[in-house]
């Protein structure tokens, strides 16, 4: 059955065409080699498909980082999108536009929260938090001044500004780039204890992802999130969850804090609040922490622009529903079934929740990248992280048989592999 699919569904690049080699040349040659992409240049996206310049379709397992959790294309959400562009889409907050005010209600009301700092990427998003609990603690908690510290874990990916870069312990993310922004420390991801041990009275807050994605997909002990809100609490010391890519719909809940029945003081939200379509992002919270920020002490050109708003509610509209909530969980299921079974057939280890896999080839086989670019050929996208982990997060839209199909593709690839 699934050996039809392969041939009927994505007949895939045997070599990179012509056209997609001229277009690779421009990239390599002008664009900075910040990035080493998969050799396949793409076009065009509907659902959980993409298709490259010359015509071959590949399954989008990688789904932008979570960010293209509603599918490329979207009916809804770029219907909102091409309305707003015929309307207007940048005033700047000098103005007041007639978007924001019910973008943030809705955001605030899926989150239950007051207020929402609109930002644009992921990491503006953590800036933003970090300078909300600093401010909060300066102000509010009674901290001296320019004393404030943030507890953040190991192995934790927060975004590439050099704040953000000053507490990740990938030396790849911060060799060269320093020097660093004080005011961090790091504790083991999972562990309460080292967490608690760390706080002292000048620590302002605990920024965590409640599932780390770049690290793999590591998913912390069941009672890890809810001993550091009941730590956090006891010690007035804000929970700042990092949502940007375990939320929205991912796990099987609208932020994967839910899954644990904890509720954080900030989310950080990005990714999949833009819809795959603009940058938006945000920090939503209450009046007792968000209120700190007065006019003038923060702020961004295109944070809140009525695009960014359009389609920002669009996407809260959906959530809201709880349709793609349930329907991750349900092909979670299954794609994590289908991976488990190959364990022991070239995959050593499989983490995750809902629709979101991390898995750990057998590094003897071949390099994560290696397995990446077979998959490829067999016309499935995905993107190795830490050598032989490799992620697949399609997106919520996929298929039961896109699902199958991309298990049953990479048993293939590694079925090949073996057979070397
Ligand atoms: C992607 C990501 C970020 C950074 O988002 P950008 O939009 O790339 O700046 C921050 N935190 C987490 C958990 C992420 O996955």
Redesign the pocket.
């Known amino acids: 059955m699934t050996t039809n699919l392969t041939d009927a569904r994505a007949v895939a690049a045997a070599s990179v065409s012509p056209a997609a080699a001229g277009l690779i040349a421009q990239e390599s040659a002008h664009a900075a080699h910040n990035y080493h992409p998969l050799e396949v240049v793409v076009a065009s996206g509907d659902g959980a498909w993409v298709t490259d310049v010359a015509g071959h379709r590949y399954l989008d397992c990688l789904a932008a980082?979570s960010a293209v959790n509603f599918g490329h294309s979207n009916p809804v959400l770029l219907h909102a999108a091409r309305a707003q562009l015929g309307r207007i889409t940048l005033t700047s907050r000098a103005f007041y536009n007639d978007q924001l005010g019910p973008f943030v209600t809705a955001l605030a009301e899926l989150a239950g929260k007051d207020m929402v700092l609109p930002m644009n990427?992921?990491?503006?998003a953590?800036e933003s938090g970090i300078k909300v609990a600093r401010a909060w603690g300066y102000r509010v908690k009674g901290v001296a001044p320019d004393l404030a510290n943030i507890i953040v874990a190991a192995g934790n990916?927060?975004?590439?500004t050099t704040t953000i870069i000053s507490f990740s312990d990938d030396e790849s993310a911060r060799a060269g780039f320093g020097p660093f922004t004080p005011g961090f420390r790091t504790v083991p991801y999972g562990d309460a204890a080292a967490l608690e041990a760390a706080i002292d009275e000048n620590t302002v807050a605990v920024l965590l992802?409640p599932i780390q994605?770049?690290a793999g997909i590591v998913v912390p002990p069941a009672s890890y999130l809810p001993a550091v809100r009941e730590i956090t609490t006891r010690h007035n010391v804000l929970f700042i969850a990092?949502e940007?890519?375990s939320g929205l719909g991912r796990t099987g809940s609208t932020f994967a804090c839910d899954l644990v029945g904890v509720v954080p003081d900030l989310y950080l939200l990005?990714?999949a609040l833009g819809g795959g379509i603009v940058?938006v992002?945000a920090v939503v919270g209450n009046t007792d922490v968000l209120g700190v920020l007065h006019p003038g002490e923060h702020g961004s050109t295109f944070g809140g622009n009525p695009l960014a708003a359009a389609v920002g509610l669009a996407v809260v509209n959906m959530l809201a529903t709880g349709e793609y909530q349930q329907r991750a969980p349900e092909l979670g299921a299954r794609l994590h079934a289908g991976l488990r079974a190959l364990i022991g057939h070239g995959v050593v280890a499989v983490r995750g929740v809902g629709l979101w896999a991390g898995i750990d080839i057998d590094s003897s086989l071949a390099p994560g990248r290696a397995v990446c670019e077979a998959l490829l050929a067999r016309g499935l996208l995905a993107k190795d992280t830490h050598g032989s982990t490799i992620r697949l997060a399609p997106p919520i839209v996929v298929s039961a048989e896109d699902v199958d199909w991309a298990v049953e593709q990479l048993r293939l690839v590694l079925a090949d592999l073996a057979a070397l």
Do not use: L, M, N
Request: no cysteine; hydrophobic share 20%.
């Open positions: 980082y990427t992921g990491a503006e953590v990916f927060h975004g590439r992802e994605g770049e990092d940007i890519q990005g990714k940058p992002s």
